[in-house]
């Protein structure tokens, strides 16, 4: 089996500079650009759209994909969905003890 110049490796390239150009250009896009590349090429594979290259620019984007999705789970920055603490404090209350704190084994 050989490597098809578009499919196998256009798909990768175009993901690539799909990738470079929203982050340079116009990085508020970059995150979604990889949720609908992703998605799309999935479901266009799926639907027989546009043959290995469509199916072969969701597989690889996925990993782009993925990692958006990580960072806004985490809360990386530029993330509007961050889980961060409360602001609340313990305080004049003491902390809680844990349940065997003062037990000695003799």
Same mark, same amino acid.
């Given at each position: 089996?050989? *490597?098809?110049?578009?499919?196998d490796l256009g798909a990768p390239i175009a993901v690539v500079a799909v990738d470079l150009i929203t982050e340079t250009a116009a990085p508020n896009w970059n995150e979604w650009a990889s949720y609908i590349m992703a998605?799309? +090429? ?7 759209? +546009?043959?290995? =290259?469509?199916?072969?620019?969701? *597989? ?5 994909? %993925?990692? $958006?999705?990580?960072?806004?789970? $985490?809360?990386? %920055?530029?993330?509007?969905?961050? =889980?961060?603490?409360? +602001? ?6 003491? %902390? ?5 704190? +003062? *037990?000695?084994?003799?």
């Open positions: 089996m050989a *490597i098809r110049v578009v499919p998605a799309g +090429g999935y479901v266009g594979g799926w639907m027989g759209w +546009g043959g290995d =290259f469509v199916k072969n620019v969701g *597989i690889a984007s996925l990993p782009w994909a %993925a990692k $958006k999705i990580y960072d806004r789970v $985490k809360g990386g %920055a530029g993330s509007r969905l961050s =889980f961060r603490r409360a +602001g609340v404090s313990r305080w004049p209350a003491p %902390a809680t003890k844990t349940p065997y704190e +003062g *037990i000695r084994i003799t």
